[in-house]
């Protein structure tokens, strides 16, 4: 539906089960598209990354990369975990590569364990996600094209989210016309808290540093 964007890939954090009897534990998985690596410039520690065909849409393959953090604290860092399996959620999943020290994809809160395709997580209850819109758990993220500026960009989101919107009615899951609903798609930064739905405490922050910097040039005045 967009024609702005060059670069399109969804990103969903879950808490859930890894592990199994007495090393089973809750903790956060991300669920990525197989081009954030790339997004990111990352490079494996180990192994590879999955692909695009492991990615592919109905249910996608059950591999998995481990974050550097869990590689080195259930593993011992060492290069024989390739090829093993893990237990996650209900689910087995085939480890294939180590994502390198740091790498979070866009999870601003507890960081992952352990990355895996997202179409598998889409996939698990059934293919039947494919035909629906009712997705609210997924977040989408995406690259301008060079030369769009942010304005052309919102027009461009939300004339895709009033399509997206129609299409939906037609399946006959929505009453209000995209026009009554006054659809609208805005782009913002991947940090939320630039953003134009930041929280209080960013607003604070942000308000603190501007003050801060006040007080600043009033002292570099007085030298």
């Not at 690259?143 to 027009?155: D, S």
Request: aromatic residues 8%.
């Amino acid at each position: 539906f967009t024609t702005k964007f060059d670069v399109l890939t969804a990103f969903a954090e879950r808490s859930v089960a890894i592990g199994t009897g007495d090393h089973s534990r809750e903790a956060n998985v991300g669920a990525i598209s197989a081009n954030t690596f790339g997004l990111f410039n990352a490079r494996p520690v180990i192994g590879r990354f999955f692909t695009a065909d492991e990615d592919h849409p109905p249910t996608g393959t059950p591999v998995v990369v481990l974050t550097h953090q869990l590689w080195q604290s259930d593993s011992g860092g060492t290069n024989d975990v390739l090829g093993k399996t893990m237990r996650i959620d209900k689910g087995t999943f085939t480890i294939i590569g180590v994502a390198p020290p740091g790498f979070v994809a866009f999870s601003e809160g507890v960081a992952p364990v352990a990355f895996v395709p997202v179409t598998v997580i889409a996939g698990s209850p059934g293919p039947g996600y494919l035909t629906r819109y009712n997705w609210s758990w997924l977040e989408i993220f995406t690259h301008r094209k060079p030369g769009v500026t942010l304005a052309e960009a919102n027009a461009d989101l939300s004339n895709a989210f009033r399509l997206s919107w129609d299409a939906e009615r037609e399946l006959g899951e929505l009453r209000t016309t995209s026009e009554a609903a006054k659809t609208r798609g805005e782009a913002a930064p991947v940090l939320q808290a630039r953003g134009p739905d930041a929280g209080p405490d960013a607003k604070v922050v942000v308000w603190v540093a501007g003050v801060a910097v006040i007080v600043l040039l009033i002292a570099c005045a007085n030298v």
